[in-house]
């Protein structure tokens, strides 16, 4: 049994590795997408994990599926189209290590999933649901995946999933702001963690205040809310009690895939617990979540570079 199950894109992450003798960008096919990224993060820090998406039926496809493998991450619910190819994203990379995107998906293979798709994992035994299912604002751009994630998320947390959400926002995905603010809030009252930038924050809330934007975000009915602040670390907020866990320093190689590695850490640690984690012990499950996101910072790529428990010394 899968604990925790991520629900969205998986991708090719064309990115920028450098550049040659005359200036022109050079780039690596990188498996990705946030989900995705999730899934393999938890898994290789300790959880049992599965994937639901939907690829091309062509050779990034194939890699992807075989990716996903060989990082015991679970791909019963992994589907093919023959109908659209695999979903590209290029990722460009600056001096700093920041990233900029651009899109190859309309359409692309992981906008196709159904709701039947969706949700078969829940027509397991009980005994066999996962105790998480993880999703992010990429599937709710566009229709079937909108209608698909949503219904899988309304289904599970009705029979006692715990629900994670990343509201990540592509501006180049929607037709414009509001339109992305409006879904992306759309599922916040059937979510109990939450795992936003501090970007994002303010999209979603209007203020760029951590203690106000969260406590707004926590109405919701939230019980966990980790807002990302990059080389600042995190501050968290479960109920009333809020706080700020510190980054590890690291030179920077690359940060795409660090957010999805540093939810990865946390939900591996989270998935076992039948109760949230009291404020010391969930002081240590965000640190042990930057370490690791640090680590994926130091290295080229979203998913090659994620750690295992043994490279952290866990």
Not at 119 to 131: G, I, M, Q, V
Not at 156 to 179: F, M
């Amino acid at each position: 049994m899968a604990q925790i199950m991520t629900l969205g894109e998986v991708l090719i992450d064309l990115t920028q590795t450098g550049t040659d003798e005359k200036g022109i960008p050079q780039f690596a096919a990188f498996p990705g997408g946030a989900p995705a990224n999730v899934a393999v993060a938890a898994s290789r820090l300790g959880a049992q994990t599965g994937f639901i998406g939907k690829i091309g039926h062509d050779s990034f496809g194939a890699q992807l599926r075989g990716t996903l493998e060989d990082d015991n991450v679970d791909t019963s619910c992994l589907f093919e189209t023959y109908a659209v190819p695999t979903t590209l994203a290029i990722v460009s990379v600056d001096d700093s290590g920041e990233r900029s995107f651009s899109f190859y998906r309309d359409p692309g293979a992981d906008t196709q999933l159904t709701e039947e798709e969706a949700t078969a994992f829940l027509k397991a035994d009980a005994s066999e649901l996962p105790l998480i299912l993880h999703f992010g604002s990429l599937s709710l751009t566009t229709e079937p995946s909108r209608s698909a994630a949503l219904a899988a998320v309304q289904h599970a947390r009705s029979q006692g999933v715990r629900i994670s959400y990343d509201p990540n926002y592509r501006a180049a995905l929607w037709p414009g702001e509001d339109e992305a603010v409006k879904w992306m809030k759309r599922p916040l009252d059937m979510v109990d963690i939450l795992k936003i930038s501090d970007e994002e924050l303010v999209l979603l809330t209007g203020t760029d205040d951590l203690e106000k934007g969260s406590a707004i975000l926590a109405e919701n009915g939230i019980r966990l809310i980790m807002i990302t602040l990059g080389s600042e670390g995190v501050f968290y907020r479960e109920g009333e009690v809020t706080g700020t866990v510190p980054a590890e320093k690291v030179t920077v190689a690359d940060t795409n895939g660090a957010g999805d590695t540093f939810l990865g850490g946390v939900l591996s640690k989270l998935a076992p617990m039948s109760e949230f984690p009291q404020e010391d012990e969930l002081r240590s499950i965000l640190a042990f979540a930057n370490r690791a996101a640090a680590k994926t910072c130091s290295r080229p790529g979203a998913i090659p570079a994620m750690p295992t428990l043994e490279e952290l010394g866990d």
